[in-house]
């Protein structure tokens, strides 16, 4: 009795092949890839409501502080300049990175000094619709933290996905992604 060796084969080959692909990253890179571009867009949509608050804030301000002109006029420039700077989820690249983290940090620092302008005029503090902007603005600022933290660990997973075995090696024969700049915050 002779046993046929090709069904065998051909058996072990597709185990074999099954196996391969469980772990090769068909899958787990285009999704991790597309949590990286829902929690980038989440990211960019808070610093958004961050700018969108930013003019009511100074309009109150302008109109108890209206010497403070240099001030108000820093956090408009640096307002402008942070929603010029804009990074699709196609363009993260570490120096496009950079560019947004400057124009971000930017509008911070003019913000910090805005808060300290307001520190001078107990009168501006004691307005209710100043009171508001600020606790939304501090809640803003909160929301930013959170979704950048949530960015940090989705590149971080799709950095794995396409820098470790086994699937950087499907990522290396057919994907070809390369790793994702992390958000780093200018001092």
Known sequence: MKYSKSPLVGMGSMLM???LLTGCGMQSIPTALNEVEAT???VLNQYKRRSDLIPNLVNIVKGYASHEKETLQAVVEARAKATQTQVSSGQLT???MNRFSQAQAGLGSALSRLMVVVERYPDLK???NFRDLQ???EGTENRITI???RYIQSIKEFNNL?????TSWYNALFLN???KPQFSVVD
């Open 94 to 96: 570490p120096e496009s």
């Open 147 to 149: 979704a950048r933290q």
């Open 177 to 179: 992604h390369d790793k």
């Open 162 to 166: 396409v820098t470790v075995p086994p």
């Open 126 to 128: 004691a307005n209710e």
């Open 17 to 19: 092949l099954s196996l």
């Open 135 to 137: 606790v939304q603005l």
């Open 40 to 42: 980038w867009s989440e």
